[in-house]
Structure formats: C-alpha cells, structure tokens
C-alpha cells in the first residue's frame, strides 16, 4: 500500500496544494490552516524521498529527487513565514514552489518521448503563472496565476503517474 500511495500521491498533492494555496489568497483558507498545510508538506517530502531514495537514483527520477530536496527547505521557508508572519518567506515558499518544478519538467521532457509536449507545457505554464501572480493587480488575477501553475504541474505529474 506503501508503494501505491507513493506512485499515485503526488497526483493527488500537486493540485491539493495549489488548491489550497489559490484558497488562502481567495480568503477562505486560513493561516492556520495554510502553516498545517506546509508543516505537512514538509514531512511528506521527506518522507518520499527518503522511502525512494534508490528508486530515484537514476534516469528522470533523480531529476525529480533533486526538486524534492531542494523543495524541503523552500517548504519549510513557508512554515517559518506563516510563523513569524513574513512576507518575504511566504514570497520563497510560493514562488519557489511555482518554478523549481519547471526544471524537473523541462529534464523529463529532455528524456522521454511519449508526453514530451506535457512536460514542456507544465515547465511554461510554471514561469507564466508566477509571472501574473507577481504582476497581478487583482486578487483574480493572481488566482488565475496559481490556477495556470497548479494546471500546468497537475498535468505533467498526472501523465507522469499514469504513463511511467
């Protein structure tokens, strides 16, 4: 059952928490509720790294080990900006979150065949989402911003979960 929920959950995770982030900017996520939500994340990055630390040693799953690890510490960014209440922490944690998985698509497209268009899409969709979020004069906007990241990402994580 291990195996499964480590196969199928980032499927699930990807657009949960985009979701729950476009919540929080929509008013109706709080800041409890957002801290749990990165506290959370953050084990469970661990956790998935290190349950497949060997399975992720080669080919397109090291690629996605290295945006894992360097995902943690943008995570926990989030914990400590929803502690202290700090924009600019917030600022890595959503910001990070929105382009560091624009590199583990762009390596995958790099080395697959089948899909390749939907990883190349999610790794657009990853810059031009954070680009609105920052330059967005309306909470719509911004909104739209992290519905075009959590698009992008569930996509190339939902092909990658059901092809590979």
């Known amino acids: 059952m ?7 959950g980032p499927a699930l995770l990807v657009p949960a928490a985009w979701t729950v982030a476009g919540g929080a900017v929509a008013g109706v996520v709080s800041a409890q509720a957002l801290f749990i939500m990165h506290a959370v994340m953050s084990l469970l990055l661990v956790a998935f790294v290190l349950a497949g630390w060997r399975e992720m040693s080669t080919g397109v799953l090291a690629g996605w080990r290295a945006v894992i690890l360097a995902g943690v510490p943008i995570t926990l960014a989030g914990v400590a900006g929803l502690t202290l209440t700090t924009d600019a922490l917030l600022a890595v944690a959503l910001y990070g979150w929105a382009l560091l998985p ?18 190349l899409a999610g790794a657009a969709c990853c810059p031009l989402g954070a680009f609105l979020v920052a330059l967005a004069p309306s909470r719509s906007l911004v909104l739209a911003g992290i519905g075009l990241i959590g698009v992008g990402q569930t996509a190339g994580i939902l092909d990658a979960t059901l092809r590979y």
């Not at 291990?2 to 199928?8: K, M, Q, Y």
């Not at 762009?106 to 939907?118: F, K, L, Q, S």
């Open 102 to 119: 624009a590199a583990g698509f762009i390596y995958t497209a790099d080395r697959v065949e089948a899909g390749r268009w939907i990883y």
């Open 2 to 8: 291990f195996r499964s929920i480590r196969e199928h």
